[in-house]
């Protein structure tokens, strides 16, 4: 009797069965990096409000209802930088003309549909707290409805401000939900990329206002930056941990993030993350910051700020090509 050898042939890989590895390329982590800015500077420049207005603390109003320099630049960076964004999220869809889809329907268990939502909100209150922050350059044009607008809003800025602040975290969580709900990407299956995404696009919005406050204004932001950099390291710990410790797929997919051989623009995953993200995006900014707020004036130019953006930039870049050159669940 002959036994019969029978051949078994997967078609798991099969672009027709799942989506080809490559299918987000450069365009999603640019929307997620300005995205992140955009929710961290709504964050901030709402706070800043609200400390300002109800607790009177904070830097001095510039005059007629203006709040400071930073605050100001804030507030119309953060609709502006997220519009940007978007730009990019649409030029990476497939089917431009059924964008209007995403407003159209409400899936609650869908991270792309409570992301449009939040979007529709988002814009208007955003818009509407920069005008008024911004309203003594306004006022000149004469517009009888602007003028209306700005009114009602200043009458409601606490209101606002507290809303705006909400959305703002709302935003910069939903940057990292919307890659861990792909739950057949091991990288990505982690419920702490929110919070990772959220602390860093703060940090990148601080590090970014930074750059534009007043001299008599940048240890505000130094210091709120580098608050949110040491939690940023403590969630970047949790994440690699919760990588390594976890099932065999999990446990693959973050050794080949961070020991990885890898190449992204020339120079392997290892290195980005290490050298790049940690080192030169989080460990030298924090020790720059630290020495200047202890009092050790370094005369520097604004080295940590503009390393933080990279860092920020980098570590979207890292995480959704890393998720997608590793081989889905077995």
Request: hydrophobic share 55%.
């Amino acid at each position: 009797m002959i036994d019969g050898i029978h051949e078994l042939v997967s078609t798991k890989m099969n672009p027709n069965v799942l989506p080809h590895l490559h299918i987000w390329e450069w365009h999603i982590p640019l929307y997620l990096f300005l995205g992140g800015i955009a929710g961290g500077l709504l964050v901030i420049t709402s706070v800043m409000i609200v400390m300002r207005r109800h607790f009177g603390i904070g830097p001095k109003d510039e005059g007629d209802g203006c709040p400071c320099t930073a605050v100001r630049i804030g507030a119309i960076l953060s609709p502006l930088l997220l519009g940007i964004g978007m730009l990019f999220l649409f030029l990476d869809l497939t089917h431009k003309l059924y964008v209007w889809a995403f407003y159209t329907t409400i899936q609650p268990t869908s991270p792309m549909s409570a992301g449009s939502w939040i979007l529709v909100a988002f814009f208007p209150l955003a818009v509407l707290q920069a005008m008024v922050v911004n309203r003594k350059y306004l006022n000149t044009l004469n517009i009888e409805l602007l003028d209306k607008l700005i009114k009602w809003t200043d009458d409601h800025l606490l209101k606002v401000a507290l809303l705006n602040a909400h959305i703002g975290v709302g935003i910069g969580i939903y940057t990292g939900i919307l890659l861990s709900f792909f739950s057949a990407r091991p990288l990505w299956s982690s419920s702490i990329l929110g919070m990772l995404f959220l602390v860093s696009g703060i940090s990148s919005a601080s590090a970014l206002l930074l750059l534009f406050a007043p001299k008599d204004e940048k240890h505000i932001y130094s210091r709120i930056d580098a608050n949110a950099i040491w939690i940023e390291l403590v969630i970047v710990g949790l994440f690699v941990l919760g990588g390594i410790t976890g099932t065999a797929n999990t446990h693959g997919a973050m050794m080949h993030l961070i020991v990885g051989d890898q190449l992204m623009a020339g120079m392997s995953y290892m290195y980005w993350f290490w050298g790049v993200f940690i080192a030169a995006g989080l460990l030298l900014p924090l020790l720059i910051e630290f020495l200047e707020n202890a009092g050790f004036h370094l005369h520097l130019p604004p080295i940590a700020p503009v390393l933080v953006l990279i860092g920020g930039l980098v570590l979207r870049f890292l995480i959704v090509f890393a998720g997608q050159t590793y081989h889905t669940f077995m």
